[in-house]
Nanobody
Framework: QLQLVESGGGLVQPGGSLRLSCTAS????????IGWFRQAPGKEREGVSC????????KYVDSVKGRFTLSRDNAKNMVYLQMNSLKFDDTGVYYC??????????????????WGQGTQVTVSS
């Protein structure tokens, strides 16, 4: 079982940027598709973006298209979620997750096998 670790969350004003990172301890991330999910208080976990093992393909939920960019550096064993033009609705706990399945899995939580503990993103003025 992968131990995924997220970092980079914090408090940011609307319009600001954050970069979230995800890595794995003792495992090579390049063997897995990686997804990012978020959960706001009182809401269900929502798929935000995912990236294929080869980094050749990415997918985004409509609400973040044009603002978020998901990338991976397999040499560094890192996956990055660059978040720009942040909005109040982007607030939540962000989780990275690994999938053993398809090259580019759907953004559905049950398609992912291992999860990190999450990092809090708060967009507030």
């Amino acid at each position: 079982q992968l131990q995924l670790v997220e970092s980079g969350g914090g408090l940011v004003q609307p319009g600001g940027s954050l970069r979230l990172s995800c890595t794995a301890s003792g495992f090579t991330l390049e063997n897995y598709a990686i997804g990012w999910f978020r959960q706001a208080p009182g809401k269900e976990r929502e798929g935000v973006s995912c990236i294929s093992r080869s980094a050749g393909s990415t997918k985004y939920v409509d609400s973040v298209k044009g603002r978020f960019t998901l990338s991976r550096d397999n040499a560094k064993n890192m996956v990055y979620l660059q978040m720009n033009s942040l909005k109040f609705d982007d607030t939540g706990v962000y989780y990275c997750a690994a999938s053993y399945g398809p090259e580019l899995p759907p953004l559905e939580w049950d398609e992912y096998d291992d999860w990190g503990q999450g990092t809090q993103v708060t967009v507030s003025s």
